[in-house]
């Protein structure tokens, strides 16, 4: 069960946000595609406008794509197999048209589509996939991890002619939860689990170290570039969020103030706001406010996905959820003349204004 995190990064503090199903208030949300279950969600880090949702209609599954931020949705799934699940979306940074995604089922696999969703090629066939990201600059290299710990194909591979060889990453064995995390502005810096060891490489993937922290998730980590933090989701013993200052040598817990299992992430694509479902830190993750929707009722939240103002979040059950963090406000009406609208920084600063800098004259008010 995928749990989340995101964060943004602004120029004075940090913002770290993870989900937990409890509870919460804060943000006003609409039900913008109402599904049983969307278990991913993720956008173009170079166009935001572009998302893609898999869904899982528990005897099939179907994957969505947006090209107004999530607003509205049409389905890309056409020659796609009968599935159980889409587990994985990557999204290439530098060609959006080009997407990998994992499908769990009999007819299962990693399938490629370099036209939008409009064809898919399967690229590696197994039943059981976990993730798969394409590497940042260059999208014919590839790795994807293989669950299934009774199976000979589990364990993490590495592709550099965009899936028509495959070499397997022998150093991580092939324990079920082989999982992997590029960072998107240092590639040859990769982080990787396999139950229940967590795993980094400083060359690109050819040399493993193991790190001093076990059930870590490598989907479930952040990589604060501005801070040189690295955060993870831990489950299991000890769970909860921890963060690295020193690339992996050492892990601190953060205080997150309830039981959790972070699992999956979502970072802002502009650097600006972010949710979960819904805890938040603005102190890099030492406490942390409750924050989000009532009526999802302690409901699992599957996929997140942050970009400036706008939040998707899939909720189990409901569907996916869309939340503007700065949204447009009411209409205004100004009063001209004598004792209408007032404001003391344009008409008498002379200064430009906002419709907050407006007000009707102070005796009314």
């Given at each position: 069960m995928h749990k989340v995190i995101s964060f943004l990064v602004s120029l004075f503090c940090l913002n770290i946000f993870f989900s937990n199903p409890l509870q919460a208030t804060g943000l006003s949300w609409s039900l913008v595609y109402p599904t049983r279950e969307s278990t991913y969600i993720t956008s173009s880090s170079t166009n935001n406008s572009i998302v893609y949702a898999s869904i899982r209609k528990w005897v099939d599954i179907d994957i969505l794509k947006s090209i107004d931020s999530g607003k509205t949705w049409i389905s890309v799934k056409n020659n796609l197999p009968v599935a159980a699940d889409i587990n994985w979306i990557s999204i290439s940074n530098n060609h959006p048209d080009t997407i990998a995604i994992s499908v769990w089922g009999t007819n299962g696999g990693i399938f490629l589509s370099e036209n939008g969703g409009l064809f898919w090629s399967k690229i590696f066939s197994a039943p059981t996939p976990r993730s798969v990201a394409i590497h940042?600059?260059?999208?014919?290299?590839?790795?994807?991890?293989i669950g299934g710990s009774n199976s000979g194909q589990s364990g993490l591979y590495k592709t550099t002619d965009k899936g028509l060889t495959w070499q397997k990453i022998s150093q991580l064995g092939s324990n079920n939860n082989s999982q992997i995390n590029i960072n998107p502005l240092n590639p040859n810096?990769?982080?990787a689990d396999s139950d229940p060891h967590f795993y980094r490489s400083t060359d690109g993937g050819i040399n493993w170290s193991q790190m001093p922290i076990d059930h870590a998730s490598s989907t479930g980590s952040i990589f604060d570039n501005i801070h040189s933090v690295i955060?993870?989701?831990k489950y299991e013993e000890n769970k909860g969020v921890y963060a690295s200052y020193n690339n992996g040598d050492t892990w601190i817990p953060k205080n997150i103030g309830t039981s959790v299992d972070?699992?999956?992430?979502?970072?802002?694509?502009?650097?600006?706001?972010?949710?979960?479902?819904?805890?938040?830190s603005i102190n890099g993750g030492d406490t942390w406010t409750n924050v989000g929707q009532n009526d999802w009722l302690g409901r699992n939240t599957w996929g997140l996905d942050v970009a400036g103002d706008r939040i998707l979040v899939s909720v189990e059950g409901l569907g996916i959820y869309y939340a503007d963090t700065n949204p447009e406000p009411d209409p205004v009406v100004f009063i001209p003349g004598f004792l209408g609208s007032w404001s003391y920084k344009g008409l008498i600063e002379n200064q430009?204004?906002?419709?907050a800098d407006w007000e009707l004259m102070p005796i009314f008010t």
């Open positions: 940042p600059n260059n999208p014919d290299i590839m790795f994807i991890g810096f990769i982080l955060y993870t989701g972070p699992f999956h992430i979502s970072q802002d694509k502009n650097g600006g706001g972010g949710i979960g479902k819904l805890w938040k430009s204004t906002t419709y």
